[in-house]
């Protein structure tokens, strides 16, 4: 049984001698680690760089969060991106007067949940949230796709992914909503 973890084990492999005589060992090394370092990111619930929550914690939030709407943003920009990605959950929070959780999912991309009411709001002001982002004389480009939730938590996500992409299709600074 060879333990696996970056501290404290979280997990065993069990391999027998003869697959262990198979083995290169500096290759099961490499890969050991590799997955062992996966594995204790995935446990992590934060973003380093912006203190947002991570795809681990969106996953597990989206499935009991009291909202209904789900937000998806791509942005590009030539602006280091925890600088604007800040920037959008301070605009966002301060617009809706509430402290707002925002997740990173990718580098260039955050999801974050809202009610009706609040999005209704929110998607009055984009312009606003455009033209700040352009200030600093730094190109960004913001797309955002909306997905209202309906049955299942499976095609709410799906659905926003499908309008984010539909929405960059169609060119900068713009959403869809499904």
Not at 116 to 122: A, H, K
Request: with cysteine.
């Amino acid at each position: 049984m060879i333990p696996l973890g970056t501290a404290q084990p979280f997990g065993y492999l069990q391999i027998s001698q003869n697959e262990w005589s198979q083995l290169e060992s500096r290759e099961f090394q490499s890969w050991k680690e590799e997955y062992e370092e996966q594995v204790s990111i995935q446990f992590e619930s934060s973003d380093p760089e912006t203190g947002f929550g991570n795809l681990h914690a969106f996953e597990l939030d989206k499935v009991r969060v009291d909202e209904n709407i789900l937000i998806l943003a791509s942005i590009q920009t030539d602006s280091p991106y925890p600088y604007v990605l800040k920037w959008i959950s301070l605009w966002t929070s301060k617009l809706l007067h509430k402290q707002v959780r925002f997740y990173r999912i990718r580098k260039d991309r955050l999801a974050f949940f809202v009610s009706p009411e609040e999005w209704d709001f929110f998607s009055k002001n984009l312009d606003e949230l455009v033209e700040s982002l352009q200030k600093e004389n730094h190109l960004v480009d913001l797309n955002l796709g909306v997905s209202i939730l309906e049955e299942s938590r499976e095609e709410w996500s799906s659905n926003a992914r499908k309008a984010l992409g539909l929405s960059i299709e169609e060119g900068p600074n713009r959403y869809i909503c499904l």
